[in-house]
Each structure stands twice: as C-alpha cells, then as structure tokens.
C-alpha cells in the first residue's frame, strides 16, 4: 500500500508545499495536463500524491483516505473535533502563515479588548433586541474562544467571503476572519482587538491515526521523515 | 445500544413516571423539533455547540430538543394555570463535541412544580421525590442555592452597574473573578482605556461610523466608563466575604451556620439564607436526613443553566466523569422570560434512566 499525501490543489499553497519539499529532496509535480488533479512524486518510493482542496484535507485525514496532509493549522482545528486525538502534526512549513483575530470597527473607540466587546454586546442586545452579530467561517474556533473567554451576548453569522464587507452592510457588527497582513481590514475601516487573537494558522504537514496503516506505509513513512529532517 | 438495553431503559423510564403521575403530576409532552430562535435567545451561541440544528423550509431554524424544560415552560406559560404538576418522559438530544463515549441522545423523566405557595415545600417535593425513585442505588446528592450568590451581589456596596455586569455573569465563573478583580482594583485598567478617557472628547476625530451600532451607543458608552472609573474600589471586606461565601461547601447545618455568619456582615443574603433554612425544614419534613446532605454555595454555577435558587444533583461516585444521574433546581426567572414579563414560581428535575440501570448491573 503507498502512503498517500495530501496537498492543496492549487494557488500559492500548492507551489510553496511543492518547494518545501523539493528543499528537503523530495520533489512533488502535477502530473499530465495542468487542469488535472493527478500528482507524481519523485525522490522517495511509495508515496503518492493526491491533490485536494485545503478544507477537504481535514476530513480526508481523519476518514484514513489519505494518511498525510498539508493543510492550515486553522482548518484542522475548525473542521475536526478532538483534533488533536484523530491528527497528528509532524511538521509545522514555516509559510502560510494567517492570524484568526477578531476585528471590530475603528470608530469604536471605547473597545480595545474582549472585556469591551462583552460589555458591548450586553449593551448592543439591550438597545437592538438582538445579539450583537460576528461575521465568520470559523464558528467553532470563534465559538470555543469566545467562550473561553466569557463573552456572552452575541452571535455568529456565516460568512464565506468579503467578511470585511458585512459590518458595512449591516449583516454583522463585528468580523472574526483571518488576516495576514491585517491591510485589508484596515482599508475596511477596522482594528484588531489587544487580546481577539484566535489562533495563529501556518501551514502544517499532518499524519492520520497509524492504527490501520501498513507495514509498507509505516516503512516509508519512516523515510521520508528521517528524509524532510535530513 | 442492544434491544435488551432499550427495553430496560424504558421500562425504568416508565416505572419512574408513573411513580410521579400517581403523586398527581399531569403527563406532558413536547415536540421533538423546536423553534432555534427561542433556544438561542435564551442560552446564546453556546447552545449551537450542544444542540442539533436543522433547517425547515416554512418554519425556519429549528433544533432537537436539547431539554423538555423550556417547552415544558411555554405550554404552561400560555394556558396552565396554578398550581400545576408536569411530568414529561422521552429522549433529549446532545451533540457531544468533546467526548465521543457520551451519548448524543439519552431518554429523561422530569418533574416541573409551578407552585408558588411555599417555595420551601415545593423544593423539598421535587427533591424527595427523585431522592425516592433513587433509593436503590448508590448516588450522592449535592445541594446548592444560586440564591444566595445573587443576593450578596445585589446587596455588594456599588455602582448598579457594577452589579448588574456581575449578575450577567454569575453562570462564568472565570469572568465573574475577573470583574471582582478588576472592581477591586486587584487588576489594573488597561491603558487604552485610561487614554482613551484622557482625551477631552474621544469621539472627536472619528469621521462615520461604520456599522449599526450608532455614535450614540459609542457616547453612552464612554459616559459609563466615565463613570466607572470615578466608582470606588469593591472594599477589601466585601471581597473577601464574597469569597468565604463561594467556599462554603459543608454538610447542610453547617453551612447554614458558616452563612448566617456571613450574613451578619453582609446583611443583603439574610432573606436567602432564611429561605435555606425553611428548605431544609422541608426536607427534614420529608424524610431526607439533612445532616449528612453535602451543601456547595457554588454548586450549579457552572453548568449553562437558568436556575436561579436551589439546585441540585446526584451523582454515581464511581462515575464522576459522567453527567450526573439526576439534576435539577429552581428557575423562577426563566418562567419570567418565556412568559414575556409575567413569571410564576417554578422547580423541577429531571432523572436519566440509562444511568440508574447501568449502575444497578455493575452493583
């Protein structure tokens, strides 16, 4: 049985995990057409290459279709349970890196902290009748941070894209979005909170649960890591 | 789960109900799907984390039903009249983010008393009467009053809106010390803030205000930090009586003492701690052996409930990693909320049979 590695599908991603591993002696191509989804790898034996999207390499590692990963740390920990019980990280890529913060508008100057933004959103749902809102795609990492932190009062509201935008628009007051440079929520009009960081994502190399591996696969998965520590 | 296991948990179930009918409680039911809104309103975004939601084309949102309580509430708020007794049975339904060995759905039998006439009575009723059906098995009970908590925040010598920030988070204990500290002084003001109200008008420089909340909302805002920040520090005192009053975790007469200790330099727990004691009047009335009762002043405080008196559980003591076997308490409040203003003084428990069967084949 070969060792299958996940790796994103497309974008800077792809060509930065490609590099990381060319650096390390091991060099991963899209196979064919350029449009296709199919990958080789060469410098080690036994290890095939599968090009995903980098949401669905979460859930393909813990189903055990693929038994390694690059993916962000972000999207392991939003998309798995536990995760920490069905992945393993065996190597953190240095590139990718995004901040999962939370960001509210910069003319509200009485709010710097998550103390501010509780006492807010007591004051927001008793003037508005509603909870204030917070614009995200990571509801479980905002919601367990939040919660953590005993902000009470408000609630997520999806969003997939442009989240920057919904304040503007009067869908939420509040955004919890990934940010890299944070220059895009700046020309949105908006400022980070002191303590609203969730969580500082990079791009990850994870392992699945060995339990039903192969011998072959245990094999190589112990070349190709004394490989990337040479 | 095995058709045996089934069989077994509603048989029990059953078995447990029928004792409450026959003590004159109504039988009840609720809808398996209820309406989100209502759910989230009350419990905020944490409920997305316990309940399973799902989507109706006509009636919107809707989740499983996390606990029969809060229908159990409704159908009474809108047509029961007092004094009533409920007793409900079937499967409640929770999503387990953290630990897969727990169940997502478990069947439940409750009690709900609305009955306003002797609170005391009423408390000891709900109690005995799960303490019954529970006397077979090895359980320990745990008694607590959210009572006596809220009534020595509302007695704290401050601003009301001090009080009322710490009454909003009486259910989170790591928030609830953190404004002590800060209203103490214990935790400094950031120095955002002190700079923020050095500026003669912090308003002044902003050009529009991006968003729905409105440079209003953001100008009563400073004024409440305006007037904060000239509140005089919690006393030392006051702190340090709140603190011996969370710690108190004692067989019931003794707490009872160490509290009217208390209560004689915190005057403001006097009427609760009354009401403790007329409690366990009533249960001694019962039958219950009220010197051997454990009492926890912070029992409940953590767990995301609307009780806002007594509460109680008992829990298996080779299995205190599992939810406990029964629990229950008082929600005067909650009977306020859903019954949009006008509330009626409500107690109620619910048991889990899976858990009293389990504990019966390991015995």
Redesign the interface.
Known sequence: MTLKLGVPSKGRLMQKTFDWFANRGVTLRKSGHDREYAGAVDGIDGVELVLLSAGEIPRELEAGRIQLGVTGSDLIREKL??WDQRVVEVERMGFGGADLIIAV??????V??L??L???A???RA??GF??RIATKY??LV??F??D??V?????VDSQGATEGT??N?T??AVADITSTGETLRAN??KIL?DGMIHASQATLFRGRRATWTQDQRDTFKALVSKLNA | MSGDQSRAIWDRARAFQSVIAEQGAMVTDADYLQPADIL?DLY???I??RAFTTQDPLRGEQMLRPDFTVPVVQAHMAHGAEPARYTYMGKVFRKQ??D?NRPTEYVQVGYEVFDGSDPAAADAEVFATIAGLLANVNVAPVTGDIGILRAAVQGLDTSERRRA?LM??LW?P??FK?LLD?FSGVLPV?V??SA?LAQGD??AN????????S?S??A???DA?REDATTPPLSGMERELLDTLLAVRETAPNALTALRDISVDLGSISGAVDGLAARLDALSARGIDIDTLPFETAYGRTSMEYYDGFVFGFEAPAHLNLPPVATGGRYDALTTVLGGGTGVPAVGGVIRPAAVVAMEETQ
Do not use: C, K
């Open positions: 349970s536990n508008p910069d003319a509200w100057v009485d710097e902290t103390d501010d509780d006492a807010v007591a004051a927001f003037n508005h909870r204030l509801h479980r919601r367990d939040l919660r932190n005993g009470a009062d408000y609630q997520l304040i503007r009067e939420a007051e009009g908006l002191d | 989230l905020g975004e944490d997305r984390a983010e953290e897969e920030a909003r988070h989170r790591r928030r953190s800060r950031p955002s803030r923020m912090p308003l902003v050009g529009d205000v991006l968003g729905l909340r440079r909302e953001i009563a805002r400073i930090l």
